[in-house]
């Protein structure tokens, strides 16, 4: 199968999970014996041209009109301010990859991941191209403020696709609130490295030196956040949390990594509460991988996440982790909960600072329960949520689209 991926994020190029996804999906996809090819967003620091065993990578640099288009845009759209820039620049990257990929062709399928990549993916659809719109996340859920021309893309996209396919159950069904019928969406779950994040493969010495660069004593509790410093993320409401976990674990200390429009926020907390270390600079993945090994706990309590990637790092590092489990969360399909057979870690509300900290207390009452915890993560995690089983879900669905245009 020839294979078209519409994605703005793809090496060097990674701001999130979704390239992460694109990454490493495709490769997976490739020794399957599929042929990918990724239309993506270049800035002249990769090749325009790259073949990777099975991936094709064809970058195209945005050439935006804004001064001969601003004459044609609506009042709504001017209201982007400082974002039309990219909404510009967004425009010209479709245009340019639908092309390169209708030069191409004949693809057998092409896949929009997320609304970036859906203008391109619809205008394969009317060349004749069978389309999967890939949803990693909706605007209603990412924004306090919904664009509402965003809203009506995604809508647009999910009712032009052949399929539609989620990242979890739980976005799914928020999918089907919006109006999509349930029978067009199929939910298939990201995967993750588990060769990679392995906690046997840290080095005892590196991460003494890590221990130590940051301070932290041998009888310190290590709870670690990485993701995103932005309101839907919960961090807020982890700084407020915290000093209730310290009444009952007075060791405990909070590892924050990531950037976002929180930063300044964080950093000030941190100044003030004395327990709280902020580390705002790009991780390589080695370092990632350290600093979850590094972790006796980690904590992802976002009010909104369709999946959490996040999460299945730490769970393959064997760390058990506290994560929101309110409104559509992909997190609590990832993390079980105590109750459940073999628990990884709790579910809270990631909205209350309380249930935040009622839920890391839970976690660190029982040092021996918490290593089986992080155990019982990690064996999930080899189950159910390599990038192998991933491909092969996905391939199933994409099989399923072509042979119905047979």
């Not at 004593?217 to 932005?230: A, H, K, N, T, W």
């Not at 409104?327 to 909960?337: D, Q, R």
Request: proline content about 5%; overall charge negative; some cysteine.
């Amino acid at each position: 199968m020839k294979i078209a991926y519409f994605s703005n994020e793809y090496p060097p190029l990674i701001y999130g999970g979704l390239g992460v996804y694109v990454d490493n999906i495709s490769r997976e996809l490739a020794l399957l014996g599929q042929r990918v090819s990724v239309f993506a967003w270049g800035d002249g620091r990769a090749k325009k041209y790259e073949d990777f065993k099975g991936v094709e990578a064809f970058r195209e640099t945005p050439v935006p009109m804004r001064d001969g288009l601003l004459i044609f845009l609506s009042s709504q759209t001017r209201a982007w301010g400082d974002g039309l820039n990219f909404l510009l620049d967004l425009i010209s990257y479709n245009q340019l990859s639908v092309s390169r990929a209708l030069e191409e062709g004949p693809y057998d399928l092409c896949v929009a991941q997320d609304w970036l990549g859906l203008p391109a993916a619809m205008a394969a659809k009317e060349k004749g191209v069978p389309m999967i719109y890939h949803v990693h996340g909706l605007e209603i859920g990412r924004s306090g403020h919904p664009n509402p021309q965003l809203v009506e893309l995604e809508k647009r996209g999910a009712a032009t696709a052949d399929l539609v396919i989620t990242v979890s159950e739980a976005m799914k069904q928020q999918l089907v609130g919006m109006g999509i019928p349930e029978k067009k969406i199929r939910a298939c779950y990201h995967g993750v490295d588990a060769n990679f994040f392995d906690p046997g493969k840290a080095d005892p010495k590196k991460l003494q030196a890590l221990r130590e660069k940051y301070g932290f004593g041998d009888e310190d509790l290590v709870i670690l956040f990485v993701g995103r410093l932005e309101p839907v993320k919960g961090v807020a409401q982890l700084l407020a949390a915290m000093p209730l976990v310290v009444k009952t674990n007075p060791k405990a200390r909070l590892l924050i990594i990531g950037k976002g429009s929180l930063e300044t926020m964080v950093k000030e907390a941190a100044e003030r509460m004395g327990l709280v270390t902020l580390v705002t600079d790009f991780l390589d993945p080695e370092e990632k991988m350290y600093h979850y090994a590094l972790a006796d706990l980690c904590v992802f309590p976002s009010h909104y996440e369709p999946f959490g990637i996040v999460a299945l790092e730490a769970s393959a590092m064997a760390r058990p982790a506290v994560v929101g489990a309110s409104g559509t969360s992909g997190l609590k399909e990832i993390v079980e909960n105590p109750a459940s057979e073999r628990p990884t870690g709790v579910h809270v509300d990631g909205r209350r600072p309380e249930d935040i900290a009622w839920g890391i207390n839970i976690a660190l009452e029982d040092e021996e329960r918490l290593k089986a915890w992080g155990e019982n993560a990690r064996k999930r995690v080899l189950e159910r949520f390599t990038w192998g089983k991933a491909a092969e879900q996905t391939l199933a669905i994409y099989e399923e689209v072509v042979a119905r245009r047979s």
